[in-house]
């Protein structure tokens, strides 16, 4: 019998959805097999989300630590048939349905073998019930997504994320004010689109640096209300001061962007 796991996280338990996820669990012909409740470490984070990394993904890291690490969670042992990819449906029907955001999506299963194999040997490892290991021929690292900037010596961070939080978890958070790039008569606006490729750092490192003055916590709502409604205006000017942004943001790897007129 194939083995997968599904991660209940506490948003999950805060907005009563856990039955909706358990019957999504029945409705894939799964079984729970065992159940624990948990609360996750900073340490646990780092092993299960190990693509991010301190130096590289500080912001990343940072919220994840302020949405896992404060409220119970909790991990089922799933059985029955091709329970990996059924665990993976389970978890899009999930999200689809409830999910406000990279914060607020309710429920975490691996994407890969190896990263299940990786992930799951840590959570059930220490239950005598269910520790036979998982194994998987696909390598169990996940490879690093894309780093930013450091912005710890410029701010503090754990602070920063408490003062968004309120505002991430909102069911429909206000549209953040784009920023001004120049004192002329505004033109032009500049663009941004979600991109899957990019990580919340890289975004954020990439709209700091391309949109001169603009405080560290107005860059990350804008990575974020982007990522949320798919193309926003981050930025507008004239034209100039918008075209020079939007090759910054280039230069950064972002390509789901570009400036029209306002």
Not at 36 to 46: A, G, Q, S, W
Not at 185 to 191: I, K, N, T, W
Not at 233 to 240: E, M, N
Request: hydrophobic share 40%; glycine share 6%.
């Amino acid at each position: 019998m194939d083995r997968a796991f599904i991660l209940l996280k506490p948003d999950c338990f805060r907005t009563d959805r856990s039955r909706a996820v358990e019957a999504a669990v029945t409705a894939e012909r799964l079984r729970v097999a065992c159940r624990h409740p948990i609360t996750l470490t900073e340490n646990d984070v780092r092993v299960l989300w190990s693509e991010y990394t301190d130096d590289a993904h500080p912001l990343m890291r940072a919220f994840l630590d302020r949405y896992l690490c404060r409220a119970p969670s909790e991990v089922l042992l799933l059985t029955g048939p091709d329970a990996f990819e059924a665990a993976r449906r389970v978890k899009r029907v999930i999200r689809s349905r409830y999910a406000n955001g990279p914060f607020a999506n309710l429920v975490h299963t691996a994407e890969r073998r190896g990263e299940l194999a990786r992930q799951a040997n840590h959570l059930f490892g220490r239950c005598p019930n269910c520790a036979e290991p998982f194994a998987s021929d696909e390598s169990p690292v996940t490879p690093q997504r894309p780093g930013g900037r450091d912005f710890r010596p410029d701010v503090d961070i754990p602070h920063l994320v408490d003062e968004l939080w309120p505002e991430l978890q909102a069911e429909d958070p206000p549209p953040p004010t784009a920023h001004r790039l120049d004192d002329s008569s505004p033109d032009a606006a500049l663009y941004l689109g979600a991109d899957r490729n990019q990580t919340l750092d890289s975004t954020v490192t990439a709209i700091w640096s391309a949109l001169p003055g603009i405080p560290l916590a107005q860059a990350v709502r804008l990575a974020l209300y982007t990522g949320r409604v798919g193309t926003y205006p981050i930025a507008v000017g004239g034209r100039p001061a918008v075209e020079h942004a939007h090759r910054v943001l280039l230069a950064h790897g972002l390509t789901a962007c570009g400036p029209t007129p306002s």
